[in-house]
């Protein structure tokens, strides 16, 4: 079943651990983004990428990294977790054209750094 | 630049009354804006979008270009609707969605 998964849901680190959050879909599509979801915030774009290779920074800043070697795969890495970046972030696909626009989302990714 | 405004983070209504969450955007261009909705323990999902002008749920959203809103409503709320709703908006340019803060609707039985 076509569908994007995210792994680990919930992850509880110290300070200054290396982490990656995990993202696979087997939508088919080619964009995928990584969002951070905050309580009473707006999703905020952290990353993004149109394809193979391709990787683009959204606007909110972020010390993250991300990868896309892989169509289906597009994971987010914290080389040093610091308790700012405590959150749920959200990875999400799409097929990219003017025709096609919905968002489809993972279950998610919450983060605690201790 | 490309801004969507929700002003209301909380809203709750009886069970059977009127519903209307507010969404104003600014955008330069032709907009294209969704609804997404996060029930409790869900994941964010596609409500509806303005392009399809469909009724999911009994919700319905106009787009109104002069006065740059896209007001999700329902004219009797259920139990069920109780959920995160957030407004977003399909930037052309780079596809980007830019969502706004979300509205946490809860309707009381």
């Known amino acids: 079943e076509a569908d994007i998964y995210q792994t680990p849901r919930y992850l509880v680190i110290g300070t200054g651990k290396k982490i990656t959050l995990e993202c696979s879909q087997t939508m088919g599509h080619d964009k995928m983004y990584w969002y951070q979801q905050d309580p009473g915030m707006e999703l905020h774009l952290i990353h993004y990428s149109y394809g193979v290779n391709s990787t683009e920074k959204g606007d909110l800043s972020s010390e993250s990294t991300v990868s896309r070697i892989r169509t289906e795969h597009f994971p987010l890495t914290l080389e040093s977790a610091r308790p700012s970046h405590t959150s749920q972030y959200l990875c999400?696909?799409?097929?990219?054209?003017?025709?096609?626009?919905?968002?489809?989302f993972g279950e998610g990714s919450r983060l605690t750094v201790l | 630049a490309q801004r969507v405004t929700q002003p209301e983070k909380l809203l709750s209504v009886f069970k059977g009354a009127p519903v209307e969450l507010k969404c104003n955007y600014s955008?330069?261009?032709?907009?294209?804006l969704f609804w997404y909705v996060q029930y409790s323990r869900q994941r964010l999902q596609l409500l509806l979008r303005h392009i399809s002008r469909e009724s999911i749920k009994g919700f319905t959203a106009d787009l109104n270009k002069g006065e740059t809103s896209f007001h999700l409503k329902k004219p009797f709320a259920q139990e069920e609707d109780s959920a995160m709703y957030y407004c977003?908006?399909?930037?052309?340019?780079?596809?980007?969605?830019?969502f706004g803060t979300g509205t946490s609707l809860t309707v009381i039985p």
């Open positions: 955008y330069s261009g032709s907009p294209e």
């Open positions: 977003a908006l399909k930037a052309w340019t780079g596809n980007q969605f830019y």
């Open positions: 999400a696909s799409s097929e990219y054209g003017r025709q096609t626009g919905e968002l489809f």
